[in-house]
């Protein structure tokens, strides 16, 4: 197949951020298929144009548009829109059987439902996010003028879907609520990177860049720092920690919106480089020594019924590396959490009981080692790349043949 892949946040192992259209792609060469990847570079650069570049045996075509996790939403509609126009005409252009278009943001179905129509083939459709359920619930959204045309855009892209693919089953009712026949959406999950991670893999060089955790658990959180995210409930366990379980140290890695505010909120409780450090965002390719450092993984969310059918990068990635996983919220990970026994859900906003429960679990021998091996044995059973890689190639050829 010729497969034209749109994905405006693209990522090589080499960059921040989550590599599944990465993983899905790759794996698709290997398959034999031909793959062009329409996405948008996003940094500061002196070119204007398009340029082409080859990443495992995929054809990256990247069109420059700033994009950054501190920018507001305004601005970040203005970023989706620009790419929309510029990827529309240029995937138009390119050789294809099917083209394949993954959200968030909702508006990469702009771009692809035209080049499907100008190619006269098929389009499949992958939710990320629930669009725009999850922006008007936390406020992003308030025009009503601009939630009508979101929720106009999000039909319109599952009416021009010869398949939609959803990453949680949450996500597919959601998708089936707006009339989507269910038999044509497939759940496909983020998937855990076996050979990217690995329980083995040592973090003691990691850990030595944080004084005083030698010897302690570490609880770390490695992911965007962004108003959904809620990281500041972690700020509030770990001054709550510190008279509730001492023992605990807190690690934070990544960049976003909130980075400034989460910081100078750990100043002002006392935390900042005593219990809690706080690190820039790593490249993919170096964030398994990041998870191999810690003891627990944290995904975190803010309090709101819309996230349970999230299918966070960090918390596949705790799968993979072996680690325990602690979350504060409901939902399918949480059920995943206490049905095979790799994690705890703690409180959503009472970060004084989330410290006491992560003391007791930590302090609790071989706790954290027995669900961290169930964790890797979920991630090898049930979430490895190379069977959702394959799932994926057989939706794909479904609606080409």
């Known amino acids: 197949m010729r497969i034209v892949y749109l994905h405006q946040y693209f990522n090589t192992p080499a960059m921040p951020g989550g590599t599944r259209s990465y993983e899905m792609a790759r794996r698709l060469v290997e398959n034999g298929h031909e793959v062009h990847m329409v996405t948008a570079w996003p940094q500061p650069d002196a070119r204007r144009d398009w340029f082409e570049t080859v990443e495992a045996g995929i054809r990256v075509h990247w069109l420059p548009v700033p994009y950054s996790n501190h920018m507001n939403y305004r601005q970040r509609i203005a970023s989706f829109l620009r790419f929309a126009w510029g990827a529309a005409r240029y995937a138009a252009r390119l050789p294809a059987d099917v083209v394949f278009a993954t959200s968030t943001p909702l508006t990469i179905a702009l771009p692809a439902v035209y080049a499907a129509r100008r190619k006269r083939v098929p389009m499949v459709f992958e939710v990320r996010d629930l669009w725009p359920q999850l922006p008007i619930a936390v406020g992003a959204l308030r025009n009503p003028l601009m939630k009508y045309a979101a929720r106009k855009l999000e039909r319109f892209a ?48 990691f850990r030595a860049r944080l004084p005083g955790v030698e010897g302690r658990p570490l609880i770390g959180y490695i992911g965007t720092l962004g108003p959904i995210n809620g990281v500041a409930y972690m700020v509030d366990m770990a001054a709550a920690a510190a008279r509730l379980a001492p023992e605990l140290r807190f690690l934070i890695v990544g960049d976003g919106r909130e980075q400034i505010r989460i910081r100078e909120r750990a100043r002002q409780l006392g935390v900042l480089d005593r219990t809690l450090f706080m690190l820039p965002a790593v490249p993919k390719e170096m964030a398994p020594e990041a998870f191999a450092a810690c003891d627990v993984v ?28 602690a979350i504060n919220y409901g939902g399918w990970q949480a059920e995943l959490l206490a ?19 992560l003391g007791e679990w930590a302090a609790h021998p071989g706790a954290l080692d027995k669900a961290g091996r169930a964790a890797r044995q979920l991630a090898e059973a049930q979430f490895g790349r190379d069977e959702l890689a394959r799932s994926l190639e057989q939706v794909l050829r479904s609606v080409v043949s």
């Open 298 to 325: 944290l995904s975190l969310f803010v309090d709101v019924p819309e996230m349970m059918s999230n299918s966070a990068n960090k918390f596949f990635d705790g799968l993979a590396a072996g680690r325990a996983i």
């Open 158 to 205: 599952y009416r021009e879907s010869a398949r939609v693919i959803a990453l949680s089953p949450g996500m597919a009712a959601g998708v089936a609520s707006t009339g989507y026949p269910l038999e044509r959406i497939h759940v496909i999950p983020n998937g855990a990177d076996l050979d990217v991670f690995h329980p083995d893999r040592e973090g003691e060089a």
């Open 339 to 357: 049905q095979y026994g790799i994690g705890i859900r703690l409180p959503e906003n009472d970060a004084e009981s989330a410290a006491r429960q």
